[in-house]
Structures are given as structure tokens and as C-alpha cells.
């Protein structure tokens, strides 16, 4: 009997710490606050001369950088704002074909050509805030997203931004 209550308490404390990480790191909206300019977020792909793609994130009223060192969870999910410029700052998500690849911190990402299947992909970008909660203007997540056919020479089909930096 000791051996199952003591698997019981082990299980659910693993459930309750899951759930706590799951609440900290949910992926949740947060505004940008008014009285500051909305972020904007454009998208350039160029086929690699070696494999794959090169993206280019085109930003306009946003510092793309990574958390600040030592920062605690709740400290990252505050709206983060660069004293400089007056731009909200974070960092962006790829996701390729719905599933999350990686944070980005800079301009430019190298996507290897196993990331895409024959025929349609969708290369998406979000815009987030330190403690990865995706940026909202205008009810509206501020995001971008490419069509992309790798077997076409024109191999992007179709583009759609919700706040267009070109």
C-alpha cells in the first residue's frame, strides 16, 4: 500500500508541476499598450545556395531580442517595452506546417529543406513577449505567414501579414 501512495503523491506532483509550467508558458495574447506603435512584420524567403531557405524577418516598431538574463517567469510575462526607442520588445516563433521549430532572436533563420514536404508549406512568424505570449494590436495577432511550394520556381504561392512592414 506504502508503494502505490507513494507513486499517487509522485504522479500528482508531476500533474501539478505541468500544470503550473503549462499557466507560466501558455502561449497567451498580450496587448500592446496604447500610445504604442503597433508592431509590424513582413517576410522574405530566398532559397539557400547550400540547402533549404534563408528567412528574413522585416520588423518595424519592434526590438527583436533575446530575455534579459536572470529574469524571473513573471518578470518576462509583463509587457516589455525598450526606454529608447518606446517599442515593445521580445523575441519571434517559427513554425513550420503548424508545429513550433524555434524562438528567434535575430533577423535572419536558416530553414533546412527536411522542414518541407513536397507541395504546400506554411512558414509562420509570431511576434512575443519575453515570457512567449504572442503580441495583440487591434484585437489581431500580430503574426505573418508564407505559402510555399518548394517544388515551383516561384515558390511562393501565397502571403498573408497582419501587420505588413512593406
Sequence with gaps: MKIITVFVLLISGIAQSLAQEAIEHSHLPIDVPS????????????KDSIDGYNL???TEHYLLIP?????TMAELMKVSIDENSNFVEGHAHLYINGTKIQRVYGK??????R?????????SVTLN??????WVAE???????LYVDPNKSLFITYR???FPAL
Design 56 to 58: 528574413t524577418l522585416i
Design 160 to 162: 498573408f501579414e497582419s
Design 35 to 46: 500610445g504604442i506603435k503597433s508592431p509590424k512584420l513582413s517576410l522574405k524567403l530566398t
Design 108 to 113: 535572419t533563420i536558416h530553414i533546412p529543406q
Design 115 to 123: 522542414y518541407l514536404k513536397n507541395g504546400i508549406n506554411t512558414v
Design 67 to 71: 530575455p534579459p538574463e536572470n529574469s
Design 129 to 134: 513577449n519575453h515570457g512567449h505570449m504572442y
Design 139 to 145: 484585437h489581431k495577432k500580430i503574426l505573418a505567414t
